[in-house]
């Protein structure tokens, strides 16, 4: 259901099933970017994670790009089933730019484009 809904937005995406499965592709992705002199967000122009994953969950994978100085900007999403305002604190605690409540695709396209320009996204807008 999500990759149809990104295909029919037309975005560009590499899924991956474990938190730490994406957030090891993101550092193989960095690392390209260093090596050929671009800045990521020429690579990667945004991450959208579930909370619930194996391995590494999105709370922990979030506050990963976050903390990390080269992969800081880039704005991640977070489209969850788990809602609630405790959910919705931690997501802002870990620094992550949106959060949408899963299967609102049309949520999901503003928070991703509002992403994009470079804006916050409130929760559940």
């Known amino acids: 259901m999500l990759q149809h809904g990104l295909d029919s937005m037309k975005v560009p995406s590499v899924m ?16 390209q970017a260093k090596a050929e002199g671009r800045p990521i967000s020429d690579k990667i122009a945004f991450v959208l994670t579930d909370l619930e994953m194996p ?13 990390d100085e080269f992969l800081k ?18 997501v802002r605690k ?12 049309n949520e999901l396209e503003a928070a991703i484009h509002k992403a994009l320009d470079g ?3 409130p929760a559940n807008q």
Do not use: Q
């Not at 090891?24 to 690392?31: L, R």
């Not at 999403?77 to 788990?82: E, K, M, N, R």
């Not at 870990?94 to 695709?105: H, L, M, N, R, S």
């Open 119 to 121: 804006k916050k996204v």
């Open 94 to 105: 870990v620094g992550a730019d949106g959060y949408v409540a899963k299967f609102e695709i």
């Open 16 to 31: 991956h099933v474990t938190g730490l499965e994406a957030w090891n592709n993101i550092k193989k992705i960095a690392e």
């Open 55 to 67: 391995e590494m969950d999105g709370f922990t994978l979030t506050l990963n790009i976050k903390r």
């Open 73 to 90: 900007n880039i704005p991640v999403i977070i489209h969850s089933s788990l809602s609630g305002s405790a959910n919705e604190d931690h």
